[in-house]
């Protein structure tokens, strides 16, 4: 009895221990980026960014044949699921979402509205909240999808990239659905805009410098590029640093501009609103093309006092061009009173729409300058000497 014991106690091991559910990395098809877009018809349209893992690591990119490092796959249709799975019946290996790093989204298609589609990345649990999300001006997502990069043989992760560096935010999926379910914000994407200077570039290079704003609804109704889209982020709180140059009547100043902060006071009275943004942060110069000393407290501190002026006259400017030509909240000063005055933003956070573009909004800045370069002055040249 006991030798037929032990057999049956080997045998139910060697079965127990046993891999019954094993997934092999080699059966999975790895999904880098997404694009949605509005197809000629009217339906919607999904492409993909399909890693190829044979071509990886290989020389400039490609295989043993010179291909490329991923494939891009379309489907058309009318939901998110049934062109997931319209892809995944061009694969022999299983989707695999976890890896994605980006979505992109046509510009047709954001006017139009994203509510519908939104659901679906809220839903499945495969879905990463940490992935960036982006609108292409002008343009359709699958055509950033396409782009040959140099950096990297995945679009979908130079996009992230150039992102981090071009300081426009950072957005990822999460930001966008919390804004969504917030009355006192609305939402804002940054912008992949593919302007090529010349035929290499076509194939190779893409910007990000611009910022969509939706509405309650997620269409989108307008669009701010350049200075005016960092300022947006700064008051919106998320902007970190920038590269920036003032005119000063005297000349000009480059800065870079780090430990970007910003804080909102709000006051109600009766039914007039206003709000106080202050911006701070640090300031060190790059170039100096003035006569001015900015190694000499006499001279930097009055310096200091006319940049912050210039610059908050301008982020003024932005936030009223904001509030009357597209009348959406971007900034999040509605949440700034819903903080401050919870009984009241009862009140209006139904009508926030309405209130939004007539309430007063001044900016002070607080940007100190804590390096001046080497020299106080700038290098003289001819004319300069005696």
């Not at 032990?6 to 891999?19: A, R, Y």
């Not at 804004?179 to 570039?201: A, H, L, Y």
């Not at 910007?207 to 969509?212: D, G, P, Y």
């Given at each position: 009895?006991?030798?037929?014991?032990?057999?049956?106690?080997?045998?139910?091991?060697?079965?127990?221990?046993?891999?019954w559910d094993r997934n092999e990395i080699n059966d999975y098809a790895f999904w880098i980026g997404t694009a949605l877009d509005l197809s000629e018809g009217g339906?919607?349209?999904?492409?993909?960014?399909?890693a190829v893992p044979a071509n990886i690591n290989s020389k400039s990119g490609g295989g043993?044949?010179?291909?490329?490092?991923?494939?891009?796959?379309?489907?058309?249709?009318?939901?998110?699921?049934?062109?997931?799975?319209?892809?995944q019946d061009k694969l022999p290996r299983k989707i695999f979402l976890g890896h994605r790093r980006s979505?992109?989204?046509?510009?047709?298609?954001?006017?139009?509205?994203?509510?519908?589609?939104?659901d679906q990345f809220t839903r499945n649990t495969d879905t990463r909240m940490r992935t960036d999300i982006f609108v292409v001006n002008n343009g359709e997502g699958k055509d950033v999808l396409k782009i040959n990069s140099p950096f990297n043989q995945f679009s979908a992760i130079v996009a992230v990239e150039q992102d981090r560096f071009c300081r426009l935010g950072d957005t990822a999926l999460r930001d966008v659905l919390l804004?969504?379910?917030?009355?006192?914000?609305?939402?804002?994407?940054?912008?992949?805009?593919?302007?090529?200077?010349?035929?290499?570039?076509k194939q190779e290079i893409f910007?990000?410098?611009?910022?969509?704003i939706f509405n309650k609804n997620l269409q989108m109704v307008g669009k701010v590029t350049g200075r005016e889209s960092l300022e947006m982020f700064w008051v919106k709180g998320v902007l970190k640093d920038q590269f920036v140059t003032e005119e000063t009547g005297e000349g000009s100043i480059s800065l870079y501009e780090s430990n970007l902060k910003k804080s909102v006071h709000t006051v109600l009275e009766g039914n007039k609103i206003k709000a106080v943004v202050k911006l701070e942060g640090t300031g060190r110069v790059l170039e100096n093309?003035?006569?001015?000393?900015?190694?000499?407290?006499?001279?930097?501190?009055?310096?200091?006092?006319k940049l912050n002026d210039i610059k908050a006259k301008k982020v003024e400017a932005t936030i009223k061009k904001l509030q009357l030509q597209?009348?959406?909240?971007?900034?999040?000063?509605?949440?700034?009173?819903?903080r401050e005055h919870p009984y009241r933003w009862k009140e209006i956070q139904s009508r926030w729409d309405e209130y939004f573009p007539a309430v007063e909004i001044s900016v002070e800045v607080k940007l100190k300058i804590q390096n001046t370069g080497g020299i106080g002055k700038r290098i003289p040249g001819i004319g300069d000497r005696k």
């Open positions: 009895m006991r030798k037929i014991g032990l057999i049956l106690w080997l045998i139910l091991t060697v079965i127990i221990s046993g891999c339906k919607l349209q999904k492409s993909a960014q399909i043993k044949s010179g291909q490329s490092g991923n494939i891009v796959l379309t489907a058309n249709g009318t939901t998110i699921i049934d062109l997931e799975q319209q892809i979505i992109f989204i046509g510009e047709k298609l954001a006017k139009k509205g994203l509510i519908e589609i939104m804004d969504v379910g917030r009355d006192g914000i609305r939402p804002s994407m940054p912008m992949v805009e593919i302007t090529p200077n010349n035929e290499q570039e910007e990000v410098r611009s910022v969509a093309n003035t006569d001015i000393d900015i190694s000499a407290s006499s001279e930097r501190i009055p310096l200091e006092r597209y009348g959406q909240d971007v900034f999040g000063i509605g949440e700034e009173i819903h």
